[in-house]
């Protein structure tokens, strides 16, 4: 057996700096934080990857559990202790995956996700002209000459929560007079979580078939909803096309915040948390916090564990459609719900529409309702505002 | 493995919190040492000292070997299955109970995270401290303090073990006992002036029963710290420098290291004073007090302080300091280990001596140091060899070095520390017979069923 990246796997030592965060609050590794065996923390997973080229384990249940269950927060690529090969770390990972999806080992709940990328071009099994349905009452135009493209992405598109959040975003970008129009149809997953998962071929396939209609229509620049949709086609798009210009739909409220008209609304205390495709892989955690400091009445409480040191939701990697990382009071999102209520805030806000559906999730595994509520971004400048989405 | 132990095990902690599949299997047969592999049946994972019970009363019944784990980072090998049966991995008992700032203590489960208690002391009592290990932030205080570990306040405190006020073990019988005042009340502020029965689980590698809970001694956090780098070539004089450098009791850490790379340390001995001070004024009145103390080196131009750039001097304050880890990447081969020998501070030159010697006659990269425990009442000297994971015959060239190093430590009079299973038996050899009669003896008396980590500490 081969794979990629195979040459680091024995060069982890598997001293655990990577469960952490940087001030070691508490566990930082989603998956070792719900499974708690030495086999789902990263140095685990380097040396049964090695194992599993010798020979020594075979691709077992278990072993594609291990591996699909990692969230791809990258948390251990920023507190490992070897400057070395830390850096590839998740690499080897979605290599590792890659390498049991090609010998046919793969969880029913990734193979499932990927079955229906494959066929549907998006998760829900949803025909693609439903795609914009999501913006039907939004007055937004199928984009022709807008100067840019917002790109929903398949929560933004099909989830419930995700459409609304869509809807919301582009409220905002809308009240604030930016010109952009949207696919509908024509859009097509943005393939961040298939490479995540080591599908790299679909992957591939998905690029390319965005990349192929936004050159038919001259998009040159992008809006994304999703840190996900974000980070694939600002970082594994760019072998295909390296002249897009990509934003995260906060960047672009950042620089309009202005043009939005806030309302008197009474006080109210929020903490952010960082979405790990915009803040760990994209460095990006500033732009949020600027949004949140600007809005009167905002008064913004830091998590113990926040930018670089964020405990992921544990919807990445493709967990927030196979669900093998699973919830409970056990999971990274109830963890994070708590820290949030933790802080005594009453809104935690994220930006990323799954990390809103995980924390919400989390903040009902761990009975805080009463104690805290789970914001979107867009969403809370909308309450804030007014705004129409 | 039965198929009822796993069943029994699942209805005591829960299925989700037992594996007896091969990964686990194979992952917890080693740890990131030398020692060869030796896979448990099971791996399971308490959460309260009364699951613990009820798998040691389980394996009691079964006649299955019971290894205590915490973060697996003892690098000897001593949480190998050497017999089979089932490690309990402690990790998932990791709460922080309680601090007491006025009597400076803190009570945790065996399964808390040394970063993890560094954390909540910051947050919350930033005027305390505890003696943190050369080890990563996820060592637990059950692993460190019972192998006798020591730390970044050992000057100060002595051995971690030192630093204990009293613990809960679970006996290999299945009952709970406490020792120290807690035996009488909630208050864990000392073990004497009972009977000291902490002793029989510390250096016990597990054969006598499972700490799950500690009570460990804080020490005061000082806004003001520094490290000063003592620098001299003649390994001779280090005893004299070292007797010198813990006299005016200002050194809350001595740290010795001696390492070929890089090219400007080669040959030289360094000694890390690391100190702190409420005030400016203190800390400059600590480091004249250090100063003095080795004056006369300083005068004849035999030793002196190096000038630290002040990036190097926070990366020898950074506690822990994760570069420590980077040795096992040397060889570009994810492994190192290292023989901790226990000894008194005049060995230091034949010390020194005996690492450079076998590091070179058995090619494999070293890293020499000594951490001084105590005012200079004793030092754990380290001989670290770096090899590389993937390549068998770097990995038994390193194993040589230690087992040598280990054996030459014996003769020379100290102890290895956590020692692996062979050298346990070099201990043994040379042990005074009734000490080693009496090891038994109480063995025998707490473990009559030979349940607890076999294969450890076995006349």
């Not at chain 2, 020490?219 to 280090?238: G, Q």
């Not at chain 2, 007090?289 to 950074?318: H, N, Q």
């Not at chain 2, 200079?376 to 390549?391: I, K, L, P, S, T």
């Amino acid at each position: 057996m081969e794979m990629e990246h195979a040459e680091i796997l024995h060069r982890c030592f598997r001293c655990g700096y990577c469960k952490f965060p940087k001030n070691y609050a508490d566990i930082n590794c989603p998956a070792y934080l719900k499974y708690r065996f030495e086999t789902f923390a990263p140095g685990g997973r380097m040396w049964l990857l090695r194992a599993l080229l010798d020979g020594k384990i075979n691709g077992s249940k278990r072993m594609q559990k291990i591996l699909f269950s990692c969230a791809t927060c990258g948390n251990c690529v920023n507190h490992c202790a070897f400057p070395g090969f830390r850096d590839r770390l998740l690499d080897a990972f979605t290599a590792g995956k890659e390498l049991l999806i090609d010998s046919g080992a793969i969880p029913p709940e990734a193979r499932d996700y990927l079955t229906n990328l494959t066929n549907h071009k998006n998760p829900y099994k949803k025909p693609a002209k439903k795609r914009g349905e999501w913006a039907q009452d939004l007055d937004i135009p199928l984009y022709s000459d807008e100067e840019y493209l917002f790109f929903a992405g398949d929560v933004g598109s099909f989830d419930s929560r995700g459409m609304e959040i869509a809807g919301a975003a582009a409220g905002l970008l809308k009240a604030a007079g930016i010109s952009f129009g949207i696919l509908g149809g024509d859009e097509y997953s943005d393939g961040n979580d298939a490479h995540a998962m080591g599908e790299t071929a679909l992957f591939r396939e998905l690029a390319e078939k965005n990349i192929r209609i936004w050159r038919e229509k001259g998009i040159k620049k992008i809006i994304c909803l999703s840190p996900h949709g974000y980070n694939a086609i600002k970082n594994l798009y760019s072998p295909y096309a390296d002249d897009l210009m990509v934003f995260h739909y906060s960047a672009i409220v950042l620089q309009v915040l202005g043009k939005l008209n806030f309302q008197e609304v009474k006080p109210v205390s929020v903490t952010y948390h960082d979405p790990c495709y915009l803040g760990r892989h994209n460095s990006d955690y500033e732009t949020v916090r600027g949004i949140l400091r600007s809005i009167p009445g905002v008064q913004v409480k830091e998590m113990d564990r926040n930018r670089k040191n964020a405990l992921c939701c544990g919807g990445g990697g493709g967990n927030f459609f196979t669900d093998i990382l699973g919830g409970g009071p056990e999971s990274a999102a109830a963890a994070r719900a708590r820290e949030a209520a933790d802080t005594d805030a009453q809104i935690l806000v994220t930006s990323c529409p799954i990390c809103t559906t995980m924390l919400e999730d989390g903040v009902k595994a761990g009975n805080l309702d009463s104690h805290i509520r789970v914001v979107e971004l867009s969403v809370f400048i909308r309450e804030r505002t007014g705004a129409i989405g | 493995m039965p198929n009822t132990l796993e069943a029994e095990l699942c209805a005591i902690v829960g299925e989700d919190y037992v594996s007896a599949q091969e990964e686990e299997r194979y992952l917890y047969s080693m740890d990131p040492g030398t020692m060869p592999p030796a896979k448990p049946d099971a791996v399971v994972l308490p959460k309260t000292p009364e699951e613990v019970c009820e798998i040691v009363k389980l394996a009691n019944r079964m006649q299955v070997p019971v290894v205590p784990m915490g973060a697996g980072l003892v690098l000897s090998g001593l949480t190998r299955a050497l017999k089979g049966g089932i490690i309990l991995d402690m990790k998932r008992m990791n709460r922080i109970l309680m601090v007491n700032e006025t009597s400076r203590y803190a009570v945790v489960e065996a399964g808390a995270a040394q970063g993890m208690l560094q954390h909540y002391l910051k947050k919350h009592h930033p005027g305390l401290k505890h003696s943190i290990p050369d080890a990563p932030p996820g060592a637990t205080f059950g692993g460190n303090v019972t192998i006798h570990g020591s730390g970044h306040l050992s000057c100060l405190g002595g051995f971690h073990s030192d630093m204990l006020n009293g613990l809960e073990v679970v006996l290999p019988d299945g009952t709970i006992a406490r020792i120290g005042s807690c035996a009488l009340s909630d208050n864990w502020f000392a073990r004497a002036p009972l009977p000291d029965l902490a002793g029989l689980f510390l250096g016990w590698a597990g054969t006598t029963g499972i700490v799950t809970k500690l009570s460990i001694k804080l020490y005061p956090a000082y806004p003001f710290n520094d490290v000063d780098i003592f620098v001299l070539e003649d390994e001779n004089a280090m005893p004299d420098v070292l007797y010198r450098l813990t006299e005016p009791l200002v050194a809350e850490d001595i740290t010795c290291w001696m390492t070929p790379k890089p090219e400007w340390a080669k040959g030289f001995c360094h000694a890390n004073v690391a100190y702190g001070a409420k005030t400016r004024e203190a800390l400059r009145w600590k480091r004249n007090l250090l100063r003095d103390a080795v004056k006369p080196y300083i005068e004849k131009k035999t030793g002196g302080f190096m000038p630290v750039p002040p990036p190097m001097k926070k990366r020898f304050m950074d506690v822990p300091a994760s570069d420590l880890a980077r040795f096992a990447d040397v060889r570009k081969g994810g492994g190192f280990e290292y023989v901790g020998a226990i000894m008194p501070v005049e060995f230091f030159p034949n010390a020194c001596r005996l690492g450079m010697e076998t590091a070179t006659r058995h090619q494999t990269a070293y890293s020499l140091g000594a951490r001084i425990v105590g005012v200079n009442h004793a030092m754990m000297f380290f001989y670290a060899y770096a090899f590389n994971r993937a390549d068998e015959k770097d990995v038994e060239r390193a194993q040589m070095a230690l087992e040598e190093t280990n054996k030459k430590v014996v003769e020379m009079g100290g102890v290895p520390w956590k020692a692996e299973e062979p050298a346990q038996k070099e201990i043994l050899k040379k042990m005074h017979p009734e000490m080693a009669n009496l090891m038994n003896r109480i063995r025998d008396a707490l473990d009559p069923g030979k349940i607890m980590n076999p294969g450890n500490w076995e006349v």
